[in-house]
């Protein structure tokens, strides 16, 4: 996957995933720099709050955007977190895996 990424697209995942510092900040500002799952104050670096991560909302691996409107802040915690219960996901709410599957082989 990383080759066929860097040979199709000319960038490394890694690269394609990073963030222009314009969205980062239009992100933290709309959420008021706080956590949207447990509204702890988040910070960059060494300032005042939490360390955060900007999360998206549809995975960045499914074709989810860079867009604000794709991304959220979630504290660190808050973000493994997240990532843990999407896992389990699917098995929980079989009924959204049909209803993908239904998007997906939708021949309409």
Do not use: W, Y
């Amino acid at each position: 996957m990383k080759a066929h990424h860097a040979l199709i697209h000319a960038e490394s995942i890694a690269e394609s995933r990073s963030l222009g510092k314009s969205t980062r900040q239009t992100v933290l500002d709309r959420d008021d720099n706080r956590c949207q799952r447990c509204n702890i104050k988040v910070a960059a670096g060494s300032e005042n709050g939490a360390g955060f991560q900007l999360h998206h909302i549809v995975p960045f691996s499914a074709g989810g955007p860079n867009h604000p409107d794709n991304l959220v802040t979630l504290c660190n915690d808050c973000h493994t977190l997240a990532h843990q219960q999407m896992k389990n996901l699917v098995e929980e709410h079989t009924e959204l895996l049909d209803e993908l599957r239904t998007i997906v082989c939708d021949t309409k």
